[in-house]
């Protein structure tokens, strides 16, 4: 009854878009811990899904205190100096490393080079990703050197892996362009050379972004 007083009148598109729309509310009333979601039927599913789309994608439904508790916060913020505004922000920063310092204690990740390299990741933003590829390919194009320098020729190397394997002569070897296997060769070995890389990354990308944005 409910899903036939709802999609009375409604297109096939109509009703996918207000299927997702509810689903979407579901999910952000149970978030906001209500035990139980109260719908509607409505006379027009449209003006009904128009304004189920409108309430899902305020700001509200991104925020993890109550509508009343954040427009009250939003007021307060509002009529702060700048310079109070600043200063609240650091003490909030500081609190929010120590909270993920805690967490990253509780879960582990403050003790494995994959957790430093998400804490990194998290801190860092985008000075940690520019930081990571300068290094990587900074070592694709030392082992580029070192295949070029020392002669290394792909297509035999495929060579001699066909004939380890049995297969035909040719195989693989006589359908790679030279210089696309050499490539190809540089970027295999270079992904090999990640656990030397990932911990020169995760010691150095602190003291290098932060120089950098000193020199900003």
């Known amino acids: 009854m409910f899903a036939a007083a709802l999609f009375r009148g409604s297109t096939p598109q109509t009703r996918n878009l207000l299927s ?8 952000n009333e149970r978030s906001r811990g209500h035990a139980t979601i109260k719908l509607q039927c409505h006379p027009q599913p449209a003006t009904y899904l128009k304004q189920t789309i409108r309430t899902n994608f305020t700001p509200s439904s ?11 916060e939003k007021n307060r913020v509002e009529s702060l100096t700048d310079y109070k505004k600043e200063i ?7 609190e929010i490393a120590r909270l993920q310092t805690l967490r990253s204690i509780n879960t582990g990740e403050l003790y494995t080079m994959r957790g430093k390299f ?4 998290r801190d860092y933003g985008m000075g940690f990703l520019a930081w990571y590829w300068t290094v990587w390919f900074a070592t ?10 020392g ?5 035999l190397i495929m060579s001699k892996a066909e004939t380890f394997l049995g297969w035909e ?4 070897s006589g359908k790679v362009d030279p210089t696309l296997g050499q490539l190809g060769m540089v970027i ?5 050379l990640e656990p030397v890389r990932l911990p020169i990354v995760v010691m150095t990308t602190r003291p290098v972004v932060d120089a950098f944005q000193k020199m900003k």
């Open 169 to 172: 002569y040719g195989a693989i």
């Open 88 to 94: 609240e922000l650091r003490k909030l920063d500081t």
């Open 118 to 121: 998400k804490i990194l990741s």
């Open 188 to 192: 295999v070995i270079n992904e090999c």
């Open 20 to 27: 997702r729309s509810i689903s979407a509310f579901a999910t």
């Open 151 to 155: 002669g290394v020729d792909p297509i």
């Open 62 to 72: 991104f925020s993890a205190l109550p509508p009343e508790e954040e427009e009250k």
């Open 140 to 149: 694709a194009g030392l082992t580029y050197a070192a295949v070029e320098l």
